[in-house]
Nanobody, 118 residues
Framework: QVQMVESGGGLVQAGGSLRLSCAAS????????MAWHRQAPGKQRELVAS???????TYVDSVKGRFTISRDNAKNTVYLQMNSLKPEDTAVYYC????????????WGQGTQVTVSS
């Protein structure tokens, strides 16, 4: 079964940076949408950032200007560069890849922990 595999999480001090990466466990058709979600303890999972094949990006307001999502279509990999991290960014971050049409899928990763200390 194909799944997304995240890496790059860890512990960082407030104001620091981390870069998350996510790739499929095996070859897949290029996703239409790729995204990062996060879930903090006691809270619902939220969409942090998304990017479509053409490169258009969207961000939740709380991360605008600090986080940047990008993708490498040749590698079917998505990245999340996180700068100026805050304690409220602490969460498990999940990668998602979706494809629509005749060949469709909705793939998730197991998540990677990001902890920001104050």
């Amino acid at each position: 079964q194909v799944q997304m595999v995240e890496s790059g999480g860890g512990l960082v001090q407030a104001g620091g940076s981390l870069r998350l990466s996510c790739a499929a466990s095996r070859s897949i058709f290029t996703p239409d949408n790729m995204a990062w979600h996060r879930q903090a303890p006691g809270k619902q999972r939220e969409l942090v950032a998304s990017i479509i094949g053409g490169g258009t990006t969207t961000y939740v307001d709380s991360v605008k200007g600090r986080f940047t999502i990008s993708r490498d279509n040749a590698k079917n990999t998505v990245y999340l560069q996180m700068n100026s991290l805050k304690p409220e960014d602490t969460a498990v971050y999940y990668c998602n890849a979706k494809k629509f049409g005749l060949v469709r899928y909705d793939l998730w990763g197991q998540g990677t922990q990001v902890t920001v200390s104050s």
